[in-house]
């Protein structure tokens, strides 16, 4: 059983950053790839970023390159989201997730965090 637990969301302004992160524990942290999903309200959950195959590589959302950053700490255990020129429209709970790399990417990952709450305010 994988256990994932998201904190750092918050309210911030336009053009503003938070930095999100994702503890990960309960099997080998290495197995699976981690990434990140948001859904704001009235929408459906969709992809934003995420390590693919290789756990190094990288895979995001157009609507969030150049803006958001990956990472992680293997010592850790943990996974980072770092956002930056924050919009309202990146207003939505995000979540954390984990699976291998094809079914993260098709949105049907095996385990996922209860979700933080970022909101962005013009």
């Known amino acids: 059983q994988v256990q994932l637990v998201e904190s750092g969301g918050g309210l911030v302004q336009a053009g503003g950053s938070l930095r999100l992160s994702c503890a990960a524990s309960?099997?080998?942290?290495?197995?699976?790839?981690m990434g990140w999903f948001r859904q704001a309200p009235g929408k459906e959950r969709e992809f934003v970023a995420a390590?693919?195959?290789?756990?190094?590589?990288?895979h995001y959302a157009d609507s969030v390159k150049g803006r958001f950053t990956i990472s992680r700490d293997n010592a850790k255990n943990t996974v980072y989201l770092q956002m930056n020129s924050l919009r309202p429209e990146d207003t939505a709970i995000y979540y954390c997730?984990?699976?291998?790399?094809?079914?993260?990417?098709?949105?049907?990952?095996?385990?996922w965090g209860q979700g933080t709450q970022v909101t962005v305010s013009s």
């Open positions: 997730a984990t699976d291998v790399f094809p079914r993260l990417r098709a949105g049907v990952p095996g385990y």
């Open positions: 309960g099997r080998p942290f290495s197995t699976y790839v």
């Open positions: 390590f693919g195959w290789s756990g190094t590589d990288t």
